[in-house]
C-alpha cells in the first residue's frame, strides 16, 4: 500500500478505539478546546472556510461558505442536522467512522455547532446502523459527563445538545430536505428550493446540514490547522477562480470485483486505478476490469480506459460522469454484463423515487420497463434511444426535478449506452433477431416480482 500517514482512520482497528479514553490519549478533543480557547464563532467559520473543505456527502459544496449562509444575528434556534443516512450503494465510510471513531465526529460536529451557533444538533442515521446508534449514544453519554456537551461546554458561553434520531431506511431521507421532512415526522418529501435549509430549514429555522466524514474532517482541521488540509490533495486552479480545489483526506470504499475491498484513506486525486491496483490488490481472479463507479452508483459509470482518471471533485465529471460523489468505488471486471449493470440501477432508481416529479416517478419507471424488455428478449433498437431521451431530460441539471435523485438515475442510463452502446446493440439483436428494427409501439411487459 503506497505512503500515506492515514488521519482521519488512524484510530480505527485500535482496541477500544470507540471510547473516550482511548480518543483522548491520541490527541481528541484538543482541536476543540484550541477553538473554544481562542476563537470567535465567525473565526471558526473563517477557519473551514480557508481550508476549502468541500462536503464529503456527494455534492461537494464548501462547508465553510455553507456556514456563512446563515443569517447574521438570528435570535435562534439554530440547527444542524448530521446526514448519516449513507445509503448510497457501495457507500459504507460514514459507518466505519461512527463504529470505530465516533469521538471523532462528535467534536467535529461541536465545533461546527460553535462556529454556526447551533444549540441543538439532530444526528440522522439510518435504522440499518444499529452498531453505529449505539457507538455514537455511548460517546454522546461520555461526552456529557466530561463536560464536552450540555451547558457551558468547557466553560465558554456555549451550550449543545445532540440528539440521535433514527430513520426508517429510504435512499431519499438522505436528501437534505427529505432528511429534514422526515426529522419533522413527515413522509421524506424533498422540498422545493429556494428557501434552502440555511434560511429555513427543520422546524422552519435556520439550519445546516452536513455529512459524517465532512464533519471528522472539521475535527482535524481545528486539531492540525488549514495549512496541513491544504498540504493534501489537488489544488484550486489559479485560472478558475471558482474552483475551491479539492484539499484534503478523502475516505476510498472500494467494493466490486476486487482482490482486497475495503475502506481505503487516501490523498484526493488519486486514480481510480491507482486505487484499484495499489490500495485494492487489482481486480480479482486475474481478470481485467471492464468499468468502475467513481462515486456510488448514481455518479455513472468509468471505462476501462478511464481509469486514471483522478478522483478529485472535478475529474470524475470530465470524462462525462456526474461528478466524485461519495468516492465510493464499486468494479466490474471483463465478465460484466452492462445490460444487468444497467437493469439493476434501474431498479434501484425507481424503488426509490419518492415520486413527486412526474419526470422523475415516471421516468425512473419506464426506463425500468423498457429495461425489462430487453432483458426479456423483446428489446428494440430505438428503445436506446428513448432510455436516452429520458436520462438526459430528468434531474436538476435539466431542471425538470426538484431533487438530485433523478440526476443520479439518468447518469447510470446515459453513461452505460453512449460508453457501452455496442453492448447493447449486439445484445438486442441477438436476443430479438425478428423484432429489434420493430418501430411501431408496444406494450410495457408487467415489472418483474421483486422489482419493487
Ligand atoms: C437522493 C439523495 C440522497 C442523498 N443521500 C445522502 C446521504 O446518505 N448522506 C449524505 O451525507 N448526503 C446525502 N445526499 C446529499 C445531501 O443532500 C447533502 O448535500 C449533504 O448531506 C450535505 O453534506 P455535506 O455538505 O457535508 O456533503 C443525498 C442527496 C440526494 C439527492
Ligand atoms: S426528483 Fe424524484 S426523488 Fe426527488 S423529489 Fe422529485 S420525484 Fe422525489
Redo the contacts with the bound molecule.
Keep these: 500500500m503506497p505512503q500515506f500517514e492515514p488521519v482521519l482512520l488512524a484510530n480505527v482497528g485500535k482496541p477500544e478505539s470507540h471510547t473516550l479514553k482511548v480518543y483522548e490519549s491520541t490527541g481528541g478533543y484538543t482541536g476543540l478546546k484550541k477553538v473554544l480557547k481562542q476563537m470567535a464563532p465567525v473565526q471558526a467559520i473563517e477557519m473551514v472556510k480557508s481550508s476549502n473543505l468541500r ?7 464548501p ?1 465553510g461558505l ?1 456556514w456563512s449562509f446563515l443569517p447574521k444575528d438570528h435570535p435562534g434556534p439554530i440547527y444542524m442536522c448530521i ?6 450503494p457501495g457507500t459504507f465510510n ?1 459507518r466505519i467512522l461512527m463504529e470505530d471513531d465516533p469521538h471523532q465526529v462528535i467534536e467535529g460536529i461541536i465545533v461546527g455547532c460553535y462556529a454556526t451557533k447551533a444549540t441543538t444538533a439532530y444526528l440522522y442515521i439510518r435504522v440499518e446502523y444499529p452498531r453505529s446508534y449505539k457507538r455514537l449514544q455511548m460517546a454522546i453519554d461520555e461526552c456529557y459527563a466530561k463536560g464536552y456537551l450540555g451547558k457551558n461546554i468547557l466553560g465558554a458561553d456555549f451550550s449543545l445538545d445532540i440528539f440521535l434520531h433514527r430513520g426508517a431506511a429510504a ?2 431521507c ?3 430536505t427529505g432528511l429534514i421532512e422526515s426529522l419533522e415526522g413527515k413522509r421524506a418529501w424533498p422540498r422545493i428550493k429556494p428557501p434552502f435549509p440555511a434560511v429555513e430549514g427543520v422546524f422552519r429555522k435556520p439550519t445546516v ?4 466524514e ?1 464533519m471528522a474532517c472539521v475535527t482535524q482541521i481545528a486539531r492540525r490547522g488549514v495549512d496541513w488540509f491544504k498540504s493534501i490533495g489537488v489544488p484550486s486552479d489559479p485560472n478558475n477562480p471558482r474552483d475551491p480545489g479539492s484539499y484534503g483526506p478523502k475516505l476510498y470504499c472500494l467494493s466490486g470485483h476486487i482482490n482486497q475491498p475495503g475502506c481505503y484513506e487516501a490523498p484526493l486525486g488519486i486514480t481510480c486505478r491507482q486505487l484499484i491496483e495499489e490500495y485494492g490488490g487489482g481486480v480479482w481472479k486475474g481478470r481485467k476490469g471492464k468499468a468502475a463507479i467513481p462515486g456510488g452508483i448514481s455518479m455513472g459509470l468509468l471505462t476501462e480506459a478511464e481509469f486514471d482518471t483522478p478522483l478529485d471533485f472535478a475529474g470524475p465529471g470530465k470524462v462525462g460522469c456526474l461528478g466524485l460523489g461519495t468516492a465510493a468505488v464499486v468494479v466490474m471486471d471483463e465478465t460484466t454484463s452492462m445490460i444487468d449493470f444497467l437493469h439493476n440501477s434501474c431498479r434501484f432508481f425507481s424503488h426509490e423515487s419518492c415520486g413527486q416529479c412526474t419526470p422523475c416517478r415516471e421516468g425512473t419507471h419506464w426506463s425500468l420497463s423498457m429495461l425489462e424488455r430487453i432483458k426479456a428478449g423483446k428489446g428494440r433498437l430505438r428503445d436506446l434511444d428513448l432510455l436516452l431521451e429520458i436520462g438526459d431530460t430528468i434531474g436538476i441539471i435539466p431542471g425538470t426535478t426538484i ?3 433523478s440526476d ?1 438515475a439518468a447518469w447510470p442510463i446515459k453513461n452505460a449506452i453512449r460508453k457501452f452502446r455496442g453492448e447493447f446493440e449486439e445484445y438486442i439483436k441477438r436476443t430479438n433477431p425478428t423484432g429489434h428494427l420493430e418501430t411501431k409501439a408496444v406494450p410495457a411487459l408487467p415489472i418483474l416480482a421483486g422489482a419493487h
Aim: hydrophobic share 25%; net charge negative.
Design positions: 462536503g464529503r456527502g456527494g455534492a461537494g459544496f462547508t455553507k446526514n448519516a443516512d449513507e445509503s448510497e460514514n435512499y431519499i438522505g436528501e437534505e446540514v452536513n455529512n459524517i465532512t431533487c438530485g435523485l443520479g
